[in-house]
Nanobody, 120 residues
Framework: QVQLEERGGGSVQAGGSLRLSCTAS????????LGWFRQVPGKDREFVAA????????WYADSVKGRFTISRDDTENTMYLQMNSLKPEDTAVYFC?????????????WGQGTQVTISS
């Protein structure tokens, strides 16, 4: 199974920006649907965004639409999540995921997560 590693988490003030990256261990990365989930302690994991093979289509949770942008560079085995206009409610651990389809994404391979903290 593909191994995923997230980078780019940190702490910023509300209104700021962060860019997360997710790098895969193998070239089969390009055959996967990729996505981001996030989780706050004590709550269920929440879908954030997903992107198709080749990057032709993407989906976003309503809570991040217009503020976050998902992209992928299959030549570098890397996916990105550009997060702008961050809000305190965006605070969570962010996970990258690789799966066979958008509907089955949560059953795919997960990274270890990276903490994002937004202060008001």
């Amino acid at each position: 199974q593909v191994q995923l590693e997230e980078r780019g988490g940190g702490s910023v003030q509300a209104g700021g920006s962060l860019r997360l990256s997710c790098t895969a261990s193998e070239r089969t990365f390009l055959s996967y649907i990729l996505g981001w989930f996030r989780q706050v302690p004590g709550k269920d994991r929440e879908f954030v965004a997903a992107i198709t093979r080749g990057g032709g289509n993407s989906w976003y949770a309503d809570s991040v639409k217009g503020r976050f942008t998902i992209s992928r560079d299959d030549t570098e085995n890397t996916m990105y999540l550009q997060m702008n206009s961050l809000k305190p409610e965006d605070t969570a651990v962010y996970f990258c995921v690789a799966g066979a389809s958008v509907s089955r994404l949560s059953g795919g391979a997960w990274g270890q997560g990276t903490q994002v903290t937004i202060s008001s």
